[in-house]
């Protein structure tokens, strides 16, 4: 679904912060990624849905079968691209539905999709805020604003229900959660799994994986993939912090 | 002997009809306007409004047929009072059937009320024109504890090049009265003309006005408005300014607060684009105790537009007691559009809560990305963002009807959905 080869990145007129990585994320595959600040975890985000302000000076990322580093950030989401803020944006004045049928209709319109009916489109929204235990009142009220830190998460993964990627993007998002909160946006998220999507899990602390079950672990450090292994990883890393695994390259 | 006219006002008007009236306030005016100048930039209150090269311009006073039908808003079931270049068209205008609501020319006005009223209030250049060759307007009785059966719909249309619509409108709500006046500003084919229009109006004692103004006029004209309203004891006043037309346009609305126990709002919304120039100018004079008033402005500025935004609240010694808030915010959405916003408060009492900012920023970066995140489009988060900056100003439009032709010019003029 998603081959990352060799991606060197800067911030514009910058320091490069990724420095050739490589990633394969297959269908069905729950992937996290996990390094010490600064490795470059963010920036792997930021790159990936199309941020303004970082170059690519090297490398590819191919999903699937489309160049994505060629297309816009609005025509990534179409092609089934999403990524969960590690600090979501406060909009005031935009109600999460009204964007999210901005959104929906116009990813119908590029993928040649039948427009989504008031009704239709209702009902997602009804399935999706009871899947993240999100109050109505929340979708209906502007983007984040006054919203706590638990709720902007929740509306994180209420948006993803809503638009069905293929390919989330979570950054950071146990990030200020409380243990009920990390509970349901986990739950929320294992929910969305399915074998033809797939999930990269970027986060810190191995709490999040206990809930949310990941294929692969990988380490990031400054600015590429130094080591892969199994959710036992993340156990390990936990106990032991980073520095082993520098040492043990070293060696 | 040839009289040599040496000053730019009496040029300005040389041409003006002379109306044979023995109108008191005419007159006054007339003489008023001998001393008088126009503004320059050097006086504080026109700084970054320069009307210089719009004065130069000689303009008449002519009327004018138009189809009406072309300005009229659906289902707004309305007292329909049309001006054309400033003078009063009956055959246009629909009149109700409406026991609350008394119509007449503004000459049946009583002068000595009016005079009365409105001493000490101040004049400008363009309200004494106004007053001394107005050639058309209404004095809107609403009857005491009545409810007005239907909106008074004011529709000005500038039809021709070089016009000057000089019409005057007073409006008595008498005590415990309620009403809503909706005054609309058309053009067509008018190429530098001007709008010259004063409205002003008295609220009486637990009387209730509101007033939406939505002008809409053709980005080569010139539209100058004086707006002053005297609110007496337990009154409400709602005021909301809508603009999205004229070259130059200067809003000037006073509202001076007579009596303890009123509140007044004022809001405004005003979106200019190519080289248009939007001045909103305000003053509230809160003269009694316990009285609140609320006013909020709000500008989204395109193209080479210029906003201005000039807010005073006063309140005086005597005015204990008041809750005042004002905010101007801003959106930039050009490099080249700028907005000159003065937010100001006098306050000579002890007792008083008060508030006042002024904002001017570009659309939120951050929103529009995570917009796109999303799959909206760059022009879908920016009309995205731009409706929900404005949209609680033009949501304060209760009239539906209005609110759905204002809906409409936006979706049709700048491509926003609300």
Known sequence: MLTIKNLHASVEEGAEILKGLNLEVKAGEVHAIMGPNGSGKSTLASVLAGKDGYEVTEGSVDFEGIDLLDLDAEDRAKEGLFLAFQYPVEIPGVSNVNFLRTAMNEIREYRKEDKLSAKEFLAKVKVASNLVELDDKLASRAVNVGFSGGEKKRNEIFQMAMLEPKLAILDETDSGLDIDALRIVSEGVNKLRSKNNAIILITHYQRLLEYIKPDFVHVLNDGKIIKTGNKDLALELEEKGYDWINEEIAK | MELVVDNKVLEFVADFKKQDTESKVRKQALDALNGMDFPTTRVEDWKYTRVAKYVKKKYKQVQA??????????????????????????????????????????????????????????????????????????????????????????????????????????????????????????????????????????????????????????????????????????????????????????????????????????????????????????????????????????????????????????????????????????????????????????????????????????????????????????????????????????????????????????????????
């Open chain 2, 65 to 418: 047929s138009v189809n009406v039908e072309d300005y009229t808003i659906a289902d707004l079931n309305a007292h329909q009072l049309v001006f054309v270049n400033g003078y009063y068209d009956e055959n246009l205008s629909t009149i109700l059937e409406d026991d609350a609501v008394s119509i007449r020319n503004i000459e049946d006005l009583d002068e000595d009320y009016y005079s009365d009223l409105l001493e000490d209030t101040e004049e400008n250049v363009f309200s004494l024109i106004n007053k001394a060759y107005q050639t058309g307007g209404v004095f809107i009785q609403i009857k005491k504890n009545k409810k007005a059966n239907y909106p008074i719909h004011l529709m000005h249309i500038l039809d021709g090049e070089e016009v000057i619509a000089n019409a005057r409108h007073f409006v008595l709500s008498e005590n415990g009265s309620q009403a809503e006046i909706v005054a609309t500003y058309h053009s067509k084919n008018s190429a530098n003309s001007f709008t010259n229009v004063v409205l002003e109006g008295n609220i009486e004692s637990n009387a209730s006005l509101t007033i939406n103004k939505f002008q809409t006029e053709a980005k080569d004209v010139l539209h100058m408005s004086n707006e002053l309203f005297i609110q007496d004891e337990s009154s409400n006043f709602l005021i909301n300014t809508i603009t999205t037309g004229g070259l130059l346009t200067r809003n000037g609305l006073n509202v001076i607060v007579e009596g303890e126990n009123c509140h007044t709002e004022m809001n405004g919304a005003y979106l200019g684009t190519e080289k248009q120039h939007i001045d909103n100018h305000t003053i509230i004079d809160q003269l009694y105790s316990n009285c609140t008033s609320s006013e909020s402005y709000k500008g989204v500025m395109d193209g080479k537009s210029v906003g201005v935004f000039n807010g005073k609240v006063i309140v005086r010694q005597d005015a204990q007691k008041i809750e005042a808030y004002q905010s101007n915010k801003n959106i930039l959405l050009s490099k080249t559009a700028s907005v000159n916003s003065k937010p100001e408060l006098e306050i000579y009492a002890d007792d008083v809560r008060c508030s006042h900012g002024s904002t001017i920023g570009e659309l939120d970066q951050e929103a529009i990305f995570y917009l796109r995140t999303r799959g909206v489009s760059v022009a879908s988060a920016k009309q995205l963002l731009v409706s929900g900056f404005i949209g609680d100003v033009l949501n304060k439009v209760k009239n539906e009807a209005l609110r759905a032709n204002i809906d409409q010019l936006f979706l049709n003029d700048f491509g926003w959905k609300f």
